[in-house]
Each structure stands twice: as structure tokens, then as C-alpha cells.
Nanobody, 122 residues
Framework: QVQLVESGGGLVQAGGSLRLSCAASGLSPDLMGWFRQAPGKNREFVATIGWSARIWYNESVKGRFTISRDWTKDTVFLQMNNLKPEDAAVYYC??????????????????WGQGTQVTVSS
């Protein structure tokens, strides 16, 4: 059974930090990433990491967020520092098992987690 299980969301004040985790089971992802969706907005790409340490970030989080991966456990992390109110959203973990394709759109991914809420108070 394929599962992506996220954890680590919560409420934080602006300027604070949170660390999200996503553990994959039942699959060996080529690419793992994070997307987010705020109320009334489309889901947007946040960050992704693939083999050979190929990493991409949304420009809005560069310098504040860091994506990393434990390859032995198929777990991906998102360290979020200096959080801003505009970072508040439901964060979704995504995984791609195909070894080809793009990196930053929803269609590039095969499996999704259930989402974890991040709330940033100003």
C-alpha cells in the first residue's frame, strides 16, 4: 500500500520556524517534494529534491526553507525558517516514481499526502 504520511505542521508566530516531515511507504520515489495551498488559491510548488541532490525552490521561499531527504528511509523534510503570514497554507508532500518528467508542477508527481496545516500568526 502506497502512503505518504506528513507531520510537523502547526501554529507559529511570524519569524518562527517549523519542520515538516513526510515518510513514504510502499514506493521508492525518484523525486519528493512539497506543495502548498492557501484558502482561495491554487496549489503551488514549494520545493523538491531528487537524485544527485537535484533541488529546486519556489523563489518566494529561497533562503528561508531548506528541503532535505533521508534516502535510506524515503523521508523528506522541509525546514521552514523566518515564516511569514503568507506562508500559511496546507502543505502537501508529493512523490514521483517515474524517472523522467519535470519537477515543479502537480502533474509531475504520482502520489500525494493528506496535507498538514501550517498557520503563521502576525
Amino acid at each position: 500500500q502506497v502512503q505518504l504520511v506528513e507531520s510537523g505542521g502547526g501554529l507559529v508566530q511570524a519569524g518562527g520556524s517549523l519542520r515538516l516531515s513526510c515518510a513514504a511507504s510502499g514506493l521508492s520515489p525518484d523525486l519528493m517534494g512539497w506543495f502548498r495551498q492557501a484558502p482561495g488559491k491554487n496549489r503551488e510548488f514549494v520545493a523538491t529534491i531528487g537524485w544527485s541532490a537535484r533541488i529546486w525552490y519556489n523563489e518566494s521561499v529561497k533562503g528561508r526553507f531548506t528541503i532535505s531527504r533521508d534516502w535510506t528511509k524515503d523521508t523528506v523534510f522541509l525546514q521552514m525558517n523566518n515564516l511569514k503570514p503568507e506562508d500559511a497554507a496546507v502543505y502537501y508532500c508529493a512523490a514521483r516514481v517515474r524517472t523522467f518528467g519535470g519537477d515543479v508542477t502537480e502533474d509531475d508527481y504520482d502520489y500525494w499526502g493528506q496535507g498538514t496545516q501550517v498557520t503563521v500568526s502576525s
